[in-house]
């Protein structure tokens, strides 16, 4: 059974805590950027999300976003994802982003959002 709550590590050395699922699996928590972010202005950030109920699938899709913290830019990730336990009970969370920041004009629009994806791991 795969649970987003806890403390997670990306393949680019970002790092999430996840607060306790509630009732309706929804989870609240903060995003720290790491060094692949390349911008000392990124400071904690709040992240809110869903996953699916585990008691009906054992590795669930989620969701969560992150509003930035940001001095002067207005930023907003998405990530959507699945968490997986593989045979020795190690979890991760694979995931694919769409970023979006605040372009100035509908002519800067095509360069105001960017996607890739992350592979997070649980830190012990």
């Known amino acids: 059974q795969c649970l987003l709550s806890g403390s997670w590590r990306s393949d680019t050395g970002c790092r999430m805590v ?18 692949a972010a390349g911008n000392s202005e990124l400071l904690t950030s709040p992240l809110e999300g869903s996953q699916q109920d585990t008691w009906l699938v054992p590795q669930p899709t989620f969701y969560f976003t992150v509003n930035w913290r940001l001095r002067e830019v207005a930023r907003t990730t998405v ?23 605040v372009a ?3 002519d800067e629009d095509w360069k105001a959002t960017r996607i890739g994806t992350s592979i997070f791991t649980r830190i012990k």
């Open 104 to 106: 100035d004009s509908p």
């Open 18 to 35: 996840v607060s306790t699922l509630d009732k309706d699996n929804r989870f609240s928590g903060f995003y720290l950027p790491g060094p």
């Open 79 to 101: 990530f959507l994802g699945q968490c997986y336990v593989d045979t020795n009970g190690e979890e991760t969370l694979h995931a694919l982003w769409l970023l979006r920041e």
